[in-house]
């Protein structure tokens, strides 16, 4: 609790608003209207986020925009400003990233991208960032979006309808430039939207194209590929985007959305093991990769129906279909050696993960008659996903084809009382699943084995519930309960299976993990301040963590503890235009590895974050604006006997100006402006025998970027 207290302590002369007041809907909210209610459609109610026991953060367009335009991507962006989530592996893959310790829901829309039953840790990249609105955050384990959200939910709004009649256009046209200009590293993005609007009906229509160059570190050196998991540097990606609205006459609003998003690597370049000992990271030559390059492929159709004045409530109506096909690179691993194919041992082979959803959400919210001050909403969500992973070369299946379906009713009450003084909240979910696995033979690598399929369910019923006090205008206090649901990683326990006679039915691995979220929480929201602090505490006591085993990591049940504590301030200085911000995270996991029924080891570098403190400036005079910010990732000891797990830490400076002309505004991004020398925390905590993942983080780089509105 010391370091908690001292790290508030050392942040109360600064400290920071990172996430932006959005208004309820697509409409804008009105110039200089600061207290626009914040409602956030990913916690499933109208209600304003302030009537909720939770801890929410909204990066509205203009913050995404400007974080984007630092780090590249949505993942990254959210990464940079909120300080609980882990720093990211600036790879393809996000295995390890986490919030609050856990792995946080990606959707867009609210509609799932994450792939439970085989984690193939793409889902931060399914949509072009040019396309989203905002992105809101829920902190915390909770259900309110069904299986997966242990850490919380990072939900991305896709871009809103037209507000006028007639054609109107938006684009970005962008150059990304590394420290020493060097060609191979330029890399380049042009995106336009088209919106159309005539009465009822809207139409928008959009595409975006990024090509990315190499990547190089602090000390001027290529930083090393990850020709495995995929990558980021030396890629291109394209995605295109549609919505269709129609407005009916009761008020109504019909919607069908599509969207396509592809990334593939250009393998231009292979990797050169690096030396720990000497700390000298991995780097990268030209050179020639075998197989296919690494990619990932999303594809998302979604129709919906709200309708906000139905029998005096809300009704909302969404189906969905989602399709993802990731594939990994390749190499000669002893996982994939078969003498029945090769006896040489030298069998080069490659996976793809292949994943398709379907599936629908119906809620209806409304006061109760006679009884206003009483909210309720019930719903039905149901998600049906099919899920294999295949090895693309010698076409053998690594993990079985899986059919995963959830049925889930629910029901949320928010009830107001002396006024909207106090505030209830709480609800119940029934989460009905089950998983369907088929007969299968694991790899010759585990022994061939044959496992008999089978088709286990779960059934829980989880709820949470909180309290919200407003004792007087401006300041919030609140304590909640909340439960979130998912499985663990089913593909990695399954496909790792050496014993004779397993029995999917009663594989006790495949149990699902419960998982909850206690929190207190205390915000000020007056005049030129801002202010929040939480504490938190969750467990999970059949727990899912990646262990590594034979260069491969596999899934364990253990015990699960997590504590931290979240601090923010924003002050709107004296000076117009002018404000400063910043936050802090600290904390602590641990688990129960040994067996010894104590929880007491701690989590690693691949389940846990570091402790960060976030700094910012920004000054915004209408037509010119500016931001300097600081991600501050302190040193992390784990108790464990190698101390070269241990992180040492390091300070990110980051700045962005911008000018607002008639023909559009123009700015200039510079990440890791003082071109700090680092490597990245995944490197530094995990697999640290392994020189060829022994990766450095990107150096300075300037982004120049024209974005018109006509």
């Given at each position: 609790?010391?370091?908690?207290?001292?790290?508030?302590?050392?942040?109360?002369?600064?400290?920071?608003?990172?996430?932006?007041?959005?208004?309820?809907?697509?409409?804008?909210a009105?110039?200089?209207d600061?207290?626009?209610?914040i409602?956030?459609?990913?916690?499933?109610?109208?209600?304003?986020?302030?009537?909720?026991?939770?801890?929410?953060?909204?990066?509205?367009?203009?913050?995404?925009?400007?974080?984007?335009?630092l780090?590249?991507?949505?993942?990254?962006?959210?990464?940079?400003?909120?300080?609980?989530?882990?720093?990211?592996?600036?790879?393809?893959?996000?295995?390890?990233?986490?919030?609050?310790?856990?792995?946080?829901?990606?959707?867009?829309?609210?509609?799932?991208?994450?792939?439970?039953?085989?984690?193939?840790?793409?889902?931060?990249?399914?949509?072009d960032?040019?396309?989203?609105?905002?992105?809101?955050?829920?902190?915390?384990?909770?259900?309110?979006?069904?299986?997966?959200?242990?850490?919380?939910?990072?939900?991305?709004v896709?871009?809103?309808?037209?507000?006028?009649?007639?054609?109107?256009?938006?684009t970005?046209?962008?150059?990304?430039?590394?420290?020493?200009?060097?060609?191979?590293?330029?890399?380049?993005?042009?995106?336009?939207?088209?919106?159309?609007?005539?009465?009822?009906?809207?139409?928008s229509?959009?595409?975006?194209?990024?090509?990315?160059?190499?990547?190089?570190d602090?000390?001027?050196?290529?930083?090393?590929?990850?020709?495995?998991?995929?990558?980021?540097?030396?890629?291109?990606?394209?995605?295109?985007?549609?919505?269709?609205?129609?407005?009916?006459?009761?008020g109504?609003?019909?919607?069908?959305?599509?969207?396509?998003?592809?990334?593939?690597?250009?393998?231009?370049?292979?990797?050169?093991?690096?030396?720990?000992?000497?700390?000298?990271?991995?780097?990268?030559?030209?050179?020639?990769?075998?197989?296919?390059?690494?990619?990932?492929?999303?594809?998302?159709?979604s129709?919906?129906?709200?309708?906000?004045?139905?029998?005096?409530?809300?009704?909302?109506?969404?189906?969905?279909?989602?399709?993802?096909?990731?594939?990994?690179?390749?190499?000669?691993?002893?996982?994939?050696?078969?003498?029945?194919?090769?006896?040489?041992?030298?069998?080069?082979?490659?996976?793809?993960n292949?994943?398709?959803?379907?599936?629908?959400?119906?809620?209806?919210?409304?006061?109760?008659?006679?009884?206003?001050?009483?909210?309720?909403?019930?719903?039905?969500?149901?998600?049906f996903?099919?899920?294999?992973?295949?090895?693309?070369?010698?076409?053998?299946?690594?993990?079985?084809?899986?059919?995963?379906s959830?049925?889930?009713?629910?029901?949320?009450?928010?009830?107001?009382?002396?006024?909207?003084?106090?505030?209830?909240?709480?609800?119940?979910r029934?989460?009905?699943?089950?998983?369907?696995?088929?007969?299968?033979?694991?790899?010759?690598?585990?022994?061939?084995?044959?496992?008999?399929?089978?088709?286990?369910?779960?059934?829980?019923?989880?709820?949470?519930?909180?309290?919200?006090?407003?004792?007087?205008?401006?300041?919030?206090?609140?304590?909640?309960?909340a439960?979130?649901?998912?499985?663990?990683?089913?593909?990695?326990?399954?496909?790792?299976?050496?014993?004779?006679?397993?029995?999917?039915?009663?594989?006790?691995?495949?149990?699902?993990?419960?998982?909850n979220?206690?929190?207190?929480?205390?915000?000020?929201?007056?005049?030129?301040?801002k202010?929040?602090?939480?504490?938190?505490?969750?467990?999970?006591?059949?727990?899912?963590?990646?262990?590594?085993?034979?260069?491969?990591?596999?899934?364990?049940?253990?015990?699960?503890?997590?504590?931290?504590?979240?601090?923010?301030?924003?002050?709107?200085t004296?000076?117009?235009?002018?404000?400063?911000?910043?936050?802090?995270?600290a904390?602590?996991?641990?688990?129960?590895?040994?067996?010894?029924?104590?929880?007491?080891?701690d989590?690693?570098?691949?389940?846990?974050?570091?402790?960060?403190?976030?700094?910012?400036?920004?000054?915004?005079?209408?037509?010119?604006?500016?931001?300097?910010?600081?991600?501050?990732?302190?040193?992390?000891?784990?108790?464990?006997?190698?101390?070269?797990?241990?992180?040492?830490?390091y300070?990110?400076?980051?700045?962005?100006?911008?000018?607002?002309?008639?023909?559009?505004?123009?700015?200039?991004?510079a990440?890791?402006?003082?071109?700090?020398?680092?490597?990245?925390?995944?490197?530094?905590?995990?697999?640290?025998?392994?020189?060829?993942?022994?990766?450095?983080?990107?150096?300075?780089?300037?982004?120049?970027?024209?974005?018109?509105?006509?």
């Open positions: 609790m010391f370091r908690y207290l001292a790290g508030a302590l050392a942040l109360a002369p600064l400290s920071p608003a990172f996430a932006q007041d959005v208004a309820p809907s697509d409409e804008a009105p110039e200089g600061a207290g626009a209610k409602v956030v459609t990913a916690a499933r109610t109208q209600l304003p986020a302030s009537a909720l026991p939770l801890t929410v953060d909204v990066i509205d367009s203009e913050a995404l925009e400007r974080q984007v335009l780090s590249g991507s949505t993942v990254d962006a959210v990464s940079a400003l909120l300080p609980s989530f882990s720093p990211t592996r600036e790879k393809l893959s996000g295995a390890g990233e986490s919030l609050r310790g856990r792995a946080p829901l990606y959707a867009i829309n609210g509609i799932p991208q994450s792939t439970p039953v085989r984690d193939g840790s793409r889902d931060g990249y399914t949509i960032p040019f396309f989203i609105d905002r992105v809101e955050v829920i902190y915390g384990s909770n259900a309110l979006q069904g299986i997966g959200a242990t850490g919380g939910v990072v939900n991305q896709t871009v809103g309808a037209p507000r006028e009649d007639g054609v109107g256009f938006r970005l046209s962008q150059v990304t430039l590394p420290d020493g200009f060097d060609g191979e590293g330029i890399g380049a993005k042009t995106a336009g939207l088209v919106g159309y609007r005539a009465g009822p009906f809207d139409a229509f959009g595409a975006a194209f990024e090509k990315r160059g190499a990547f190089f602090g000390s001027g050196n290529r930083i090393g590929v990850d020709g495995t998991q995929g990558e980021i540097q030396d890629s291109d990606s394209w995605s295109v985007f549609a919505r269709l609205g129609y407005e009916l006459a009761n109504a609003r019909f919607e069908l959305v599509a969207n396509r998003f592809e990334l593939e690597g250009n393998a231009n370049y292979v990797s050169v093991p690096g030396n720990r000992a000497t700390n000298t990271p991995a780097t990268s030559i030209r050179g020639d990769t075998p197989g296919a390059p690494p990619s990932n492929t999303a594809h998302l159709l129709a919906s129906l709200v309708d906000p004045d139905l029998g005096g409530g809300t009704f909302v109506l969404q189906g969905f279909y989602s399709r993802t096909n990731d594939v990994f690179g390749g190499g000669v691993f002893g996982t994939f050696q078969d003498p029945a194919i090769d006896p040489s041992g030298n069998l080069f082979d490659q996976s793809a292949r994943s398709r959803k379907l599936g629908a959400k119906v809620s209806y919210e409304r006061a109760v008659p006679g009884f206003e001050d009483l909210v309720l909403t019930a719903g039905f969500d149901a998600l996903d099919r899920t294999q992973q295949s090895l693309v070369q010698t076409d053998r299946i690594w993990v079985p084809r899986s059919d995963f959830s049925l889930a009713p629910f029901l949320q009450g928010n009830l107001a009382l002396a006024d909207g003084l106090v505030r209830l909240a709480g609800g119940l029934y989460e009905n699943v089950e998983l369907e696995v088929g007969d299968f033979t694991t790899l010759a690598s585990y022994g061939a084995v044959d496992v008999a399929g089978g088709s286990p369910s779960f059934k829980d019923l989880l709820w949470n519930g909180g309290v919200i006090v407003e004792p007087i205008d401006g300041l919030r206090a609140y304590g909640s309960y439960e979130g649901f998912t499985i663990a990683d089913v593909g990695r326990i399954l496909r790792g299976i050496t014993e004779q006679g397993v029995d999917v039915d009663e594989f006790l691995s495949l149990e699902p993990v419960v998982s979220n206690r929190e207190l929480g205390l915000e000020w929201d007056r005049g030129a301040l202010a929040s602090a939480s504490y938190f505490w969750s467990s999970s006591d059949f727990g899912s963590l990646l262990v590594l085993r034979n260069d491969v990591f596999e899934v364990e049940r253990q015990p699960i503890q997590i504590e931290g504590f979240e601090a923010s301030l924003a002050w709107q004296p000076l117009p235009g002018f404000s400063l911000s910043g936050g802090y995270a904390l602590e996991g641990q688990t129960d590895s040994d067996g010894d029924g104590l929880v007491d080891e989590l690693d570098g691949a389940n846990i974050s570091p402790d960060r403190i976030n700094l910012a400036a920004d000054y915004n005079s209408g037509r010119f604006s500016a931001r300097a910010q600081a991600r501050m990732y302190l040193a992390r000891e784990f108790n464990d006997a190698a101390t070269a797990t241990d992180f040492d830490g300070t990110l400076l980051d700045a962005f100006i911008s000018y607002r002309a008639d023909f559009g505004e123009i700015a200039l991004a990440q890791n402006l003082t071109d700090e020398f680092y490597v990245t925390y995944d490197s530094d905590t995990v697999r640290v025998t392994d020189n060829s993942r022994f990766f450095a983080g990107r150096g300075r780089t300037f982004t120049l970027s024209l974005r018109s509105e006509f």
